[in-house]
């Protein structure tokens, strides 16, 4: 089965400055990799997603990256604010035509910590 | 979230009851999961729906079971629950049809004492 590791478990940046949390995955019949923030006491909320055939894909502060030869994608988060200290987790599937999958494979999470 | 009820929020039960997480949805969407959350391991996928009564097991599904009898609900059942299950768990909802966004519920924190 697929298999996703993800690095930082913690990153702590300046408000301001940039963030970037990487995932590598196992399974080449991977072609969907979506990013999920969670805060406390709530459930993952999607903030952005990659397919296999893109590489990079950018919305206002955020950008998502894919090595489909090396097997990794990165979030990169700019201009960092107080309102992005989250957890934010990675996760990788093969998807079916039509949508709909046997699951995502999450890595275990990175805990972002904006410093004031 | 707002289309997707997890209920009970919070439940303490003891070890070897029974113990049944309902998952509501009101955007009719086809695909339906469970994960379990816990320290250190992230999300763990235990079951999924691809239909009503179509479900299939996920990494973590032994001691559980599933059933799926209408679009909207997906229960889940720890037939005897243990201390090992002791977690938080969400449910899961995608459209199909080419959209992948997964929506998650608020989630459950069962307590197994």
């Known amino acids: 089965g697929e298999n996703v590791e993800q690095h930082p478990s913690t990153l702590s940046v300046q408000e301001g400055d940039s963030a970037v949390i990487k995932c590598t995955y196992s399974d080449s019949a991977s072609n969907y990799f979506p990013w999920y923030k969670q805060e406390l006491g709530k459930g993952p909320q999607l903030i952005i997603d990659?397919?296999?055939?893109?590489g990079e894909k950018k919305d206002q502060r955020i950008a998502v990256t894919l090595n489909k030869t090396a097997k990794h994608f990165s979030l990169h988060i700019t201009e960092t604010q107080p309102e992005d200290s989250a957890v934010y987790f990675c996760?990788?599937?093969?998807?079916?035509?039509?949508?709909?999958?046997?699951?995502?494979?999450f890595g275990k999470g990175t805990h972002l910590i904006i410093q004031p | 979230d707002a289309g997707i009820t997890q209920s009970p929020r919070h439940k303490v039960t003891e070890t070897g009851t029974p113990v049944t997480l309902r998952c509501h949805q009101t955007e009719n969407h086809r695909y339906m999961y469970w994960y379990r959350q816990d320290p250190g391991h992230g999300l763990r996928l235990i079951h999924y729906?691809?239909?009503?009564?179509?479900?299939d097991k996920g990494e973590v599904s032994d001691g559980y079971s599933v059933s799926r009898s209408k679009t909207e609900d997906f229960l889940l059942t720890l037939e005897s629950a243990t201390s090992s299950q002791t977690s938080v768990y969400f449910c899961?909802?995608?459209?199909?049809?080419?959209?992948?966004?997964?929506?998650f519920g608020s989630g459950t924190r069962l307590t197994v004492v």
């Open positions: 996760a990788a599937s093969p998807y079916r035509s039509g949508g709909g999958a046997d699951g995502l494979t």
């Open positions: 729906s691809y239909g009503v009564k179509d479900t």
């Open positions: 899961a909802t995608v459209p199909g049809q080419g959209n992948y966004g997964y929506t």
């Open positions: 990659i397919r296999s055939n893109v």
